[in-house]
């Protein structure tokens, strides 16, 4: 159910002198160029809106919006995860956000996010279609091949739990990369991997008045798709989709690191596929809950 209350302004929304969230010039050059960023603000190199303290207005539309840097941080993460649960989003104080103040709540009531609750404590965040919209209006990746996606909305509410958890993953797995001296470039989520697969599969198809619908690829010819596209393919040409691919490079040379968020759903002949595709795998006993509220650790492995 989404959670439309409205609540007062916070004090802390007075600009003060916390934390700069300014890093260089606002996008337009390729992320190779800059310097190495936090990994929670890698998504606001791909927009041109602000990025300092104080917030500033931002006109789409015939609206008129404020924003700062956390706020543009907030807005970014959450379209490039499409839910993130409001207690791994910080402000500009670097504090927990709460959707019944402060700049979450500021977000809300211009319209750019809402909140949805997964239970009686615990809050994820996900941009509205005007949130999208305005992203999507201030790009500087527009032509470059690490154009980062944004997503609105849940279009899948049973598996929110899951979905939440796939920040989580990524903050993990990109601290560990940026002390490797990583540059991220974005993240792909498994939705547009599985996309790019069944154009590939029907392709042959289109504008064919014959056409049942049906793909007629060969496994060998799926098989090359797969190692073209560095993912796990069986025998039967069953290609394995990771949740998650962080793409980055480290001097210059492209990587890409597949994390799959293992649940306690993920049971048998499933668990097994995923255990053995060699992807990063990050164990959680309950989606959802915040690192404070006694979540059971999580655990990063790869299972070679």
Not at 130 to 149: I, K, P, Y
Not at 235 to 241: S, T
């Amino acid at each position: 159910m989404l959670d439309d209350s409205r609540w007062g302004e916070d004090p802390r929304d007075r600009d003060d002198n916390s934390r700069d969230l300014s890093r260089g010039s606002r996008g337009g050059s390729d992320p190779r160029d800059r310097e190495r960023v936090d990994p929670r603000d890698v998504f606001m190199e791909h927009v041109n809106l602000p990025r300092g303290l104080e917030r500033e207005h931002v006109h789409y539309h015939g609206h008129d919006y404020t924003l700062r840097g956390s706020e543009t941080r907030t807005l970014t993460t959450v379209g490039a995860f499409r839910a993130v649960p409001s207690s791994d989003l910080r402000d500009s104080y670097d504090q927990p956000l709460d959707p019944r103040h402060g700049e979450l709540w500021h977000l809300r009531d211009s319209g750019l996010v809402q909140t949805v609750r997964l239970d009686r404590d615990h809050t994820v965040v996900t941009l509205t279609k005007e949130g999208r919209d305005l992203l999507e209006s201030r790009r500087s990746d527009e032509d470059s091949r690490d154009r980062q996606a944004f997503y609105a909305g849940v279009p899948k509410p049973r598996e929110l739990k899951h979905d939440a958890e796939l920040y989580r993953a990524y903050t993990e797995e990109a601290e560990r990369l940026r002390d490797e001296g990583a540059n991220i470039h974005r993240i792909v989520l498994e939705n547009d991997l599985k996309r790019e697969y069944q154009e590939f599969l029907q392709k042959r198809n289109r504008d064919r008045d014959d056409s049942d619908g049906r793909p007629d690829r060969d496994p060998l010819e799926i098989e090359d798709w797969a190692r073209e596209h560095d993912l796990p393919c069986e025998d039967q040409g069953h290609v394995q989709f990771p949740d998650v691919r962080i793409e980055y490079d480290i001097d210059g040379r492209d990587h890409t690191l597949d994390v799959e968020v293992m649940t306690p759903h993920y049971r048998g002949a499933h668990g097994a596929a995923k255990s053995g595709s060699g992807f990063r795998l990050y164990f959680t006993a309950h989606a959802g809950r915040g690192r404070s509220g006694g979540r059971t650790p999580s655990v990063i492995e790869e299972l070679l």
